[in-house]
């Protein structure tokens, strides 16, 4: 019973708050995030690297709206991958330079960092491809 209550708690949470995509960037390149609502709407923010900070450069911010067929199923992912804390991190050897981090952060829960694989975990899997296709969307073609 106690682990239903949880679930529900968590449902509820997670329908309250956005689904964050983090990319934390790295000494060579600028990190970003991008918050989906519910609502299918985005903003897609970039964190410049400190140097492009000092020289004035203004982070980016660009909106645009998500399929509903994708919102929805990246928050069924999130829903379903609960608590995303728990999920099996999985390691990966990165440059100092140049390895990122990329994460959800859902309801105050980051996932491990998605960039490294799923190592078999279909719920780590179904992450990887929801944010995979939403980072795609603001890729400049």
Do not use: W
């Not at 449902?11 to 991008?34: D, K, M």
């Not at 994708?70 to 440059?95: M, N």
């Amino acid at each position: 019973m106690k682990t239903i209550l949880t679930l529900a708690l968590l449902s509820v949470a997670l329908q309250a708050q956005s689904v964050t995509i983090v990319n934390s960037g790295s000494t060579n390149t600028a990190g970003f995030q991008i918050v989906v609502q519910e609502s299918g709407e985005a903003e897609y923010r970039t964190h410049p690297r400190p140097i492009a900070i000092r020289r004035g450069e203004a982070p980016k911010k660009i909106q645009k709206t998500i399929p509903k067929s994708l919102v929805d199923r990246l928050y069924a992912d999130v829903e379903a991958a609960q608590p995303l804390d728990s999920l099996p991190a999985r390691h990966c050897v990165k440059s100092a330079s140049f390895g990122t981090r990329t994460y959800i952060d859902a309801g105050g829960q980051e996932s491990p960092d998605l960039s490294c694989g799923d190592g078999g975990n279909a719920k780590l899997r179904a992450l990887i491809r929801d944010s995979s296709q939403i980072v795609e969307i603001f890729r400049p073609h």
